[in-house]
């Protein structure tokens, strides 16, 4: 028998999506077949992951570009390789990541042997941004199922082509039983939030985190939460200028400042200000000429009300170097703010752009207590060339991760954890800590009956 022609007008009905119930049903059947957890299961879905994230590249770029005006460069290292960056050092460390590990057992326990293992949790729920819109949905999918879970993706909205992406190439590298994507923006999210799942890993801003925690509470579902905030540097005086400069701009206008671990603003220690600011534009010149708008790798505003929110903070001080815009492109030019007051609009809230201000302090305790008076950051930069400024700021500051000489590059250490603490977030990720995040931690304690 031959099937019916299809009907045009049938054809351009749009499918209805399956409702959010209907999907984590399905990812929960899969996970209880047991499919997930085999080591096998778990290598065939990081390799297809890999030949995606090989072989779909240009698409993959083609979206990012759409999406913010990532430039191919900056858009394959920070979204592609460093997601390969990650599934590889997975892949390499996987068997000895889910290996028991024997724990030693009381005399009285005798001849008793205990070990540790790590499970599966079951069904994880990802819920990624827009800023990073692949890197940051699809790190933590290879965590997940590197440790044998079934997982829902649920991309940015706000960076459409990204998401539809996603969407559309993730069924066709990865086990479609277990693996799933549902796109959308706050209903379909809320509606998903209101199914049970057995860990929530979510990225994005803290006002939205909360939503997300208490939904979470009432299935008493365990969340991760990747948040920002406002991430400080500190400039010592003695600290190369010049370098300083040049790597805290790398950092600042990767992603046009669009970035959680972007440096927010500078503490200039002792006088250090002006010449830091004109290295700073020094800086900017070397990565983006005289033009950055003319650049082919100096990225966009992802909307206009961001645009907005930005294009507001320009006059927060004295412009030392940038602060042209251009609305219709969503385009700020790379700024540097000097004189500016801690009081100023630009020091209440996470920038999130490419703007960074230069606040002046008389020394290390000014710089330390204006930190520490505030909410703990996501992390805490510092140039300096001394150790007891270095060991001071260990001792008496709190922030996510702490980096000396560079800015935002501790991402792409997989063997460093990945996260906040306080406002700027809890739980973290990357390499064996995901392992540790997308697991429990299961005691076995065996004793002989003989
Ligand atoms: P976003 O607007 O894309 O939101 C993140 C996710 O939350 C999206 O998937 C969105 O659909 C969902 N969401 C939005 N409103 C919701 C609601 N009411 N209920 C349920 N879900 C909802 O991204 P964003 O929050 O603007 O991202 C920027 C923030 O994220 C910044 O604060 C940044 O520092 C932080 N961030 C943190 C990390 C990290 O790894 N720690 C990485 C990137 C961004």
């Given at each position: 028998t031959h099937p019916a022609p299809a009907d045009p007008a049938a054809a351009a009905e749009?499918?209805?999506?399956?409702?959010?119930?209907?999907?984590?049903?399905?990812?929960?059947?899969?996970?209880?077949?047991?499919?997930?957890?085999?080591?096998?299961?778990?290598?065939?879905?990081?390799?297809?992951?890999?030949?995606?994230?090989?072989?779909?590249?240009?698409?993959?770029?083609?979206?990012?570009?759409?999406?913010?005006?990532?430039?191919?460069?900056?858009?394959?290292?920070?979204?592609?390789?460093?997601?390969?960056?990650?599934?590889?050092?997975?892949?390499?460390?996987?068997?000895?990541?889910?290996?028991?590990?024997?724990?030693?057992?009381?005399?009285?326990?005798?001849?008793?042997?205990?070990?540790?293992?790590?499970?599966?949790?079951?069904?994880?729920?990802?819920?990624?941004?827009?800023?990073?819109?692949?890197?940051?949905?699809?790190?933590?999918?290879?965590?997940?199922?590197?440790?044998?879970?079934?997982?829902?993706?649920?991309?940015?909205?706000?960076?459409p082509a990204t998401s539809a992406a996603i969407a559309r190439l993730l069924p066709q590298y990865l086990d479609p039983q277990a693996v799933a994507v549902v796109e959308g923006a706050v209903p379909e999210t809320t509606a998903l939030l209101e199914q049970r799942f057995d860990h929530i890993f979510y990225t994005g801003n803290g006002a939205v985190g909360r939503i997300v925690m208490a939904a979470a509470a009432r299935h008493?579902?365990?969340?991760?939460?990747?948040?920002?905030?406002?991430?400080?540097?500190?400039?010592?005086?003695?600290?190369?200028?010049?370098?300083?400069?040049?790597?805290?701009?790398?950092?600042?206008?990767?992603?046009?400042?669009?970035?959680?671990?972007?440096?927010?603003?500078?503490?200039?220690?002792?006088?250090?200000?002006?010449?830091?600011?004109?290295?700073?534009?020094?800086?900017?010149?070397?990565?983006?000429?005289?033009?950055?708008?003319?650049?082919?790798?100096?990225?966009?505003?992802?909307?206009?009300?961001?645009?907005?929110?930005?294009?507001?903070?320009?006059?927060?001080?004295?412009?030392?170097?940038?602060g042209r815009h251009d609305r219709a492109a969503r385009y700020i030019e790379p700024t540097v703010l000097a004189d500016v007051r801690p009081d100023a609009p630009v020091m209440r809230e996470e920038i999130f752009g490419p703007v960074l201000p230069v606040l002046e302090v008389p020394d290390l305790d000014a710089a330390i207590s204006f930190i520490t008076d505030r909410e703990k950051p996501l992390a805490l930069y510092a140039f300096t060339a001394s150790e007891t400024t270095k060991e001071r700021l260990a001792a008496e500051t709190s922030s996510g991760a702490l980096v000396f000489g560079l800015s935002v590059s501790h991402l792409a250490v997989p063997e460093l954890p990945f996260g906040g603490v306080g406002e700027s977030g809890m739980g973290n990720y990357h390499g064996e800590y995901s392992m540790t995040t997308f697991s429990h931690t299961k005691a076995v304690l065996d004793k002989p009956l003989g």
């Open positions: 749009p499918v209805a999506a399956p409702a959010p119930a209907a999907v984590v049903a399905g990812l929960r059947a899969a996970f209880a077949t047991g499919r997930t957890r085999p080591l096998a299961w778990r290598r065939e879905q990081l390799a297809g992951l890999r030949t995606l994230l090989t072989e779909r590249s240009e698409e993959l770029l083609a979206a990012l570009d759409a999406d913010l005006g990532k430039g191919p460069a900056e858009a394959h290292r920070t979204e592609i390789a460093f997601t390969l960056n990650e599934l590889d050092h997975t892949v390499r460390h996987l068997d000895e990541w889910v290996r028991p590990k024997p724990a030693a057992v009381p005399d009285a326990f005798r001849p008793a042997t205990a070990r540790v293992v790590r499970e599966p949790l079951g069904v994880v729920l990802v819920i990624a941004p827009w800023n990073y819109p692949l890197q940051l949905a699809l790190a933590p999918v290879v965590g997940a199922l590197a440790a044998g879970n079934a997982v829902l993706v649920k991309p940015s909205e706000l960076a008493l579902t365990p969340v991760t939460l990747e948040l920002g905030g406002k991430s400080p540097v500190v400039v010592d005086p003695g600290a190369d200028l010049k370098v300083t400069a040049q790597r805290l701009a790398a950092g600042k206008f990767l992603n046009a400042g669009q970035t959680c671990v972007a440096p927010d603003y500078v503490l200039a220690v002792g006088g250090t200000g002006p010449e830091l600011v004109a290295e700073l534009a020094e800086a900017v010149r070397g990565l983006y000429g005289e033009d950055p708008a003319a650049h082919p790798e100096y990225g966009r505003i992802v909307n206009d009300r961001h645009f907005d929110r930005l294009a507001a903070l320009l006059g927060d001080g004295r412009v030392a170097t940038g």
